[in-house]
């Protein structure tokens, strides 16, 4: 199975200070290094959510620095590419715009025959990263 990361799980993973760390990195070692993946719009999130938040400290340089070793780990397995306009809309789980990004990544998962790995409790159809 190919898991693809949300942003948080993404961030999550990624972050050793990130309050999620140890919840990912766990359920990750459990599986024995499952194929993990990720997409432009979650490693745009990535770089977004670390250099926005004056909580981690990071410039964009930094941010995508920290991506790009956290892919050189091998950690990452795929990189799934999709054309945004495709799932925009198209999806069940799009009902408010607050709903487009994870509408898109559930669509795009199960189009590469993946599940969207998340830590919200509030997405159909995706795999909730244990407690």
Known sequence: MIYLLDVNALVALGFLNHEFHARVTTWVRSHNSPSLASCSITELGFARVLAQAPAYGFTVAQ???LLLR???TKKLRSHLHSRPSRYLGSSRLVRTPRQITRGHLSKLASANGAIL???DENIPGSYLIPK
């Open 70 to 72: 956290l892919k050189r």
């Open 117 to 119: 790995a998340t830590l």
């Open 63 to 65: 941010a995508r620095t």
